[in-house]
């Protein structure tokens, strides 16, 4: 749609729209439309600023790359949208309220806009609209960045639908013409708003949108599909009111009390005082949820339960009761703080004869109604800290003023820790315990090998180490120390992985033998293994030591090479693999000895006519050899013998 022409009849339509108005939701719900501030540079570099809410302050930096021609911020006074629209009907008529018209970057369909609202502080989840309008002959991507950072989804977006403001019908529209069903299409996929399918310039297409979470920046990229392309941008919106009363319990509604508003950002967006009647409000914040109203208590009064109460405007107008009471003589309040003056909380105070008070967050405790007379205040301190020398106090007699005490410092407990470690890296995931005798504590090491026990009573305690799978205690794994106010450090433990080795037995011609006996002993073990099937052998969980690998001949064979191989295992737990022996694949099967007949002690032994070992010879060859050897010797020595008394002679 071009830019749009006043008239006669459009006056007119103005006047009567701003004599009939928005009719809120509530009494105390309003609507506003944003204010912006006239465009500043020129064609391809435009900035502006636009204030979407006032209660917090809701304000944006507007940049945009438009072309120039017919752009700017517009009055309203012509081009509206009224009560009769869905926009309208939440949020009024946006009658004589400002609204920007901006254009492509140029008037071509591959020079879009690039137009970018930097929020000076993220958006609500609620409370406000932003709307697109004379979305036509042309088409708009839409891109919204949340508070971390990421790109926004199209349901995040939060598009409420289209609509033709121009549309015959519309209450209180202004003197445009335009077809109810001429609306944009929206993709979500690409999250792009796209005109009819024509492409055709015509009057009043629009579409509007509620964010549901926080928006960072919102850019809108706008391109021409055809004509002469001028696309508008409205923001609204929503504030609610707060309200309540403050009340003294003895003396009704309590004026002058001071209360503070603050957003989900935690920033202070609101303070005020109780009227004469005990009232408050905080009109006109922005509808949305995250704000906490807090009540300063007068000087000596107490809060009857709490003194911040969370309020969400997102639907309706909210509200946020107190109440307070006076302190009753005496009062004793102070507080519990450790050495470097912080509040220490969970505190027990206690003094005889009236109820003990527990220290809040901030290390501040009350007991109220102390009796005349001489009393000891005692602390007892939250787990962590000493306890400390009890306070003597006396509440003279008479006396209606709260006895303040000075600080009361408790001390707090020393760190016990230390570091396990294994071949100097420290050893993570390690159960560490500590026993005093009466209680016991646990915990882990870090990925350093590190652990802490904080705060522990001073005293004596043992320290155990649980050895976890793998390892072995190098030293000992139960220590006693003691624990006085300093921290103690450096209560270490020392691991050793535990080593393994393996290998195989086979014949020098490869075959693997099973059964073979395998000894692995060190000064304190030994241990005997036997190959299985394929030959092998492993052990593992062996700690630091020298060992001697053995390996026993199988029977009927022998070891060819190394019988004994000896390995060492260190701290780091080393793994020895391939420690191999070869023996003979040759087996030696043993034989009977040879008898004799009982009958004939001289008869030959009976071999059962094998061959002896190592001979070639059948059993009764080798007798008659044997024998005749036997008759040959003889002979030799009965010559020698003759020889010798020849010569006597």
């Given at each position: 749609?071009?830019?749009?022409?006043?008239?006669?009849?459009?006056?007119?339509?103005?006047?009567?729209?701003?004599?009939?108005?928005?009719?809120?939701?509530?009494?105390?719900?309003?609507?506003?439309?944003?204010?912006?501030?006239?465009?500043?540079?020129?064609?391809?570099?435009?900035?502006?600023?636009?204030?979407?809410?006032?209660?917090?302050?809701?304000?944006?930096?507007?940049?945009t790359?438009?072309?120039?021609?017919?752009?700017?911020?517009?009055?309203?006074?012509?081009?509206?949208?009224?009560?009769?629209?869905?926009?309208?009907?939440?949020?009024?008529?946006?009658?004589?309220?400002?609204?920007?018209?901006?254009?492509?970057?140029?008037?071509?369909?591959?020079?879009?806009?690039?137009?970018?609202?930097?929020?000076?502080t993220?958006?609500?989840?609620?409370?406000?609209?932003?709307?697109?309008?004379?979305?036509?002959?042309?088409?708009?991507?839409?891109?919204?960045?949340?508070?971390?950072?990421?790109?926004?989804?199209?349901?995040e977006?939060?598009?409420?639908?289209?609509?033709?403001?121009?549309?015959?019908?519309?209450?209180?529209?202004?003197?445009?013409?335009?077809?109810?069903?001429?609306?944009?299409?929206?993709?979500?996929?690409?999250?792009?708003?796209?005109?009819?399918?024509?492409?055709?310039?015509?009057?009043?297409?629009?579409?509007?949108?509620?964010?549901?979470v926080?928006?960072?920046?919102?850019?809108?990229?706008?391109?021409q599909?055809?004509?002469?392309?001028?696309?508008?941008t409205?923001?609204?919106?929503?504030?609610?009111?707060?309200?309540?009363?403050?009340?003294?319990?003895?003396?009704?509604?309590?004026?002058?009390?001071?209360?503070?508003?603050?957003?989900?950002?935690?920033?202070?967006?609101?303070?005020?005082?109780?009227?004469?009647?005990?009232?408050?409000?905080?009109?006109?914040?922005?509808?949305?949820?995250?704000?906490?109203?807090?009540?300063?208590?007068?000087?000596?009064?107490?809060?009857?339960?709490?003194?911040?109460?969370?309020?969400?405007?997102?639907?309706?107008?909210?509200?946020?009761?107190?109440?307070?009471?006076?302190?009753?003589?005496?009062?004793?309040?102070?507080?519990?703080?450790?050495?470097?003056?912080?509040?220490?909380?969970?505190?027990?105070?206690?003094?005889?004869?009236?109820?003990?008070?527990?220290?809040d967050?901030?290390?501040?405790?009350?007991?109220?109604?102390?009796?005349?007379?001489?009393?000891?205040v005692?602390?007892?301190?939250?787990?962590?800290?000493?306890?400390?020398?009890?306070?003597?106090?006396?509440?003279?007699?008479?006396?209606?003023?709260?006895?303040?005490?000075?600080?009361?410092?408790v001390?707090?407990?020393?760190?016990?820790?230390?570091?396990?470690?294994?071949?100097?890296?420290?050893?993570?995931?390690?159960?560490?315990?500590?026993?005093?005798?009466?209680?016991?504590?646990?915990?882990?090491?870090?990925?350093?090998?590190?652990?802490t026990?904080?705060?522990?009573?001073?005293?004596?305690?043992?320290?155990?180490?649980?050895?976890?799978?793998?390892?072995?205690?190098?030293?000992?794994?139960?220590?006693t120390?003691?624990?006085?106010?300093?921290?103690l450090?450096?209560?270490?433990?020392?691991?050793?992985?535990?080593?393994?080795?393996?290998?195989?037995?086979?014949?020098?011609?490869?075959?693997?033998?099973?059964?073979?006996?395998?000894?692995?002993?060190?000064?304190?073990?030994?241990?005997?293994?036997?190959?299985d099937?394929?030959?092998?052998?492993?052990?593992?969980?062996?700690?630091?030591?020298?060992?001697d690998?053995?390996?026993?001949?199988?029977?009927?064979?022998?070891?060819?090479?190394?019988?004994?191989?000896?390995?060492?295992?260190?701290?780091?737990?080393?793994?020895?693999?391939?420690?191999?022996?070869?023996?003979?694949?040759?087996?030696?099967?043993?034989?009977?000895?040879?008898?004799?007949?009982?009958?004939?002690?001289?008869?030959p032994?009976?071999?059962?006519?094998?061959?002896?070992?190592?001979t070639?010879?059948?059993?009764?060859?080798?007798?008659?050899?044997?024998?005749?050897?036997?008759v040959?010797?003889?002979?030799?020595?009965?010559?020698?013998?003759?020889?010798?008394?020849?010569?006597?002679?």
């Open positions: 749609m071009r830019a749009p022409k006043s008239g006669i009849l459009a006056g007119v339509i103005v006047l009567v729209a701003a004599l009939v108005g928005a009719v809120p939701a509530a009494a105390a719900t309003t609507t506003a439309w944003a204010t912006w501030q006239p465009l500043t540079g020129t064609g391809g570099a435009y900035t502006t600023t636009v204030q979407v809410a006032a209660q917090p302050a809701l304000t944006a930096t507007m940049t790359d438009s072309r120039a021609g017919q752009v700017g911020v517009i009055s309203g006074a012509s081009t509206w949208l009224s009560q009769g629209t869905p926009v309208g009907e939440k949020y009024g008529s946006s009658i004589n309220q400002q609204y920007l018209n901006l254009r492509p970057k140029a008037d071509s369909p591959t020079s879009p806009s690039t137009t970018t609202y930097s929020f000076a993220p958006t609500p989840a609620s409370g406000w609209t932003f709307v697109l309008g004379d979305i036509d002959a042309d088409s708009v991507r839409i891109e919204a960045i949340g508070v971390d950072g990421q790109t926004l989804t199209a349901e977006i939060g598009f409420n639908g289209g609509f033709n403001y121009c549309a015959p019908g519309v209450t209180g529209k202004p003197s445009c013409s335009g077809v109810a069903t001429d609306v944009p299409s929206w993709d979500p996929e690409t999250q792009t708003l796209t005109g009819n399918a024509a492409a055709s310039d015509t009057s009043g297409s629009a579409a509007w949108f509620e964010p549901s926080p928006i960072a920046s919102l850019t809108f990229f706008f391109t599909r055809s004509g002469f392309p001028i696309y508008q409205w923001f609204a919106s929503i504030a609610r009111d707060i309200t309540g009363t403050v009340t003294d319990q003895a003396e009704g509604p309590l004026p002058g009390a001071a209360l503070t508003l603050t957003d989900a950002n935690g920033a202070v967006v609101g303070t005020t005082t109780t009227d004469a009647d005990g009232t408050y409000s905080f009109p006109g914040f922005l509808a949305t949820d995250g704000y906490t109203v807090t009540v300063t208590v007068p000087d000596g009064k107490i809060a009857v339960g709490p003194t911040a109460q969370a309020v969400d405007l997102t639907t309706e107008d909210g509200s946020a009761d107190f109440e307070v009471r006076d302190i009753e003589p005496v009062a004793v309040s102070g507080r519990i703080v450790d050495e470097e003056g912080t509040g220490v909380p969970g505190a027990i105070v206690t003094i005889e004869g009236v109820d003990p008070a527990t220290t967050a901030g290390g501040e405790f009350l007991i109220e109604g102390v009796p005349v007379g001489p009393h000891t005692e602390v007892t301190p939250p787990p962590g800290f000493s306890a400390i020398e009890p306070t003597e106090i006396v509440v003279p007699e008479n006396s209606e003023e709260p006895i303040v005490l000075e600080d009361l410092v001390v707090e407990n020393a760190d016990l820790s230390g570091t396990v470690s294994a071949a100097g890296t420290g050893v993570p995931d390690v159960t560490i315990t500590v026993d005093d005798g009466v209680d016991t504590v646990t915990t882990v090491t870090d990925e350093d090998g590190v652990y026990f904080p705060r522990l009573p001073a005293g004596e305690y043992e320290i155990t180490m649980t050895t976890p799978d793998g390892y072995v205690a190098s030293g000992p794994a139960t220590r120390e003691t624990l006085t106010t300093t921290d450090a450096d209560v270490d433990f020392e691991l050793a992985r535990l080593g393994s080795i393996s290998g195989e037995v086979r014949t020098d011609d490869g075959a693997p033998v099973a059964g073979v006996i395998i000894t692995v002993a060190s000064d304190e073990v030994s241990q005997e293994l036997t190959t099937a394929d030959g092998g052998y492993a052990i593992s969980d062996l700690p630091p030591d020298s060992y690998l053995t390996i026993t001949a199988p029977e009927g064979r022998t070891i060819i090479g190394p019988a004994t191989a000896t390995f060492v295992v260190t701290a780091a737990g080393e793994s020895f693999v391939g420690q191999n022996f070869t023996v003979s694949a040759a087996v030696i099967t043993p034989t009977d000895p040879p008898t004799q007949n009982p009958t004939d002690p001289a008869s032994p009976d071999t059962g006519g094998a061959q002896l070992p190592g070639g010879l059948g059993p009764e060859t080798f007798i008659w050899a044997a024998a005749g050897a036997a040959l010797v003889v002979g030799a020595v009965l010559l020698l013998i003759s020889r010798r008394r020849s010569r006597r002679d």
